[in-house]
T-cell receptor, first 115, second 112 residues
């Protein structure tokens, strides 16, 4: 039972354009969402997060949008740069109950930004 | 400040052998976790800890043991290695569940 899903295994965009990565979740207890970026042979690095009390969070070129009614979040990268080429993972956690402190990850989306 | 340090970086085991993957963090983080990454599966939680002396199972705990005797260290033990445990293993830590986890660089394990 995949509680966090990234349905696009890969995405290819031109440098300077917008990259939109999508993520869906099924567990209504999730209240904190994160995006991680991973380069080959390295560990994932934290990119940006959003709490369920918000619907948008920005950090420089990165913006995360949360649609709680649709159980959907997206990461926008504007403008995209070749150095953004990596695997992007969506993750979710629930602050309460037995899920406290646990992260559930999606399968990842490979982003390729072409010069 | 070394962050999260994992050793070894690479390991080849024979089926049935046991070994311990080491993880240490120097940030005084309470929360620590172990994940495995397999193609098409994302990262799956094996075990996690919310503080010294407290551990709990994640999504895929079978075949693995953990203990947390200090805040800094969170070793992962493979009891009897199986080819299905061939994977890349990541250790991570965070001061609080409201923050993003910091990940180590991973251990690539092959069981033959």
């Amino acid at each position: 039972d995949q509680q966090v899903k990234q349905n696009s295994p890969s995405l290819s965009v031109q440098e300077g354009r917008i990259s939109i990565l999508n993520c869906d979740y099924t567990n209504s207890m999730f209240d904190y969402f994160l995006w991680y970026k991973k380069y080959p042979a390295e560990g994932p690095t934290f990119l940006i997060s959003i709490s369920s009390i918000k619907d948008k969070n920005e950090d420089g070129r990165f913006t995360v949008f949360l649609n709680k009614s649709a159980k959907h979040l997206s990461l926008h990268i504007v403008p995209s740069q070749p150095g953004d080429s990596a695997v992007y993972f969506c993750a979710a956690s629930a602050k309460g109950g037995t899920s406290y402190g646990k992260l559930t990850f999606g399968q990842g989306t490979i982003l390729t930004v072409h010069p | 400040n070394a962050g999260v340090t994992q050793t070894p970086k690479f390991q080849v085991l024979k089926t049935g052998q046991s070994m311990t993957l080491q993880c240490a963090q120097d940030m005084n983080h309470e929360y620590m976790s172990w994940y495995r990454q397999d193609p098409g599966m994302g990262l799956r939680l094996i075990h996690y800890s919310v503080g010294a002396g407290i551990t709990d199972q994640g999504e895929v705990p079978n075949g693995y043991n953990v203990s947390r005797s200090t805040t800094e260290d969170f070793p992962l033990r493979l009891l009897s290695a199986a080819p299905s445990q061939t994977s890349v293993y990541f250790c991570a830590s965070t001061p609080d569940s409201s923050y993003g986890y910091t990940f180590g660089s991973g251990t690539r394990l092959t069981v033959v």
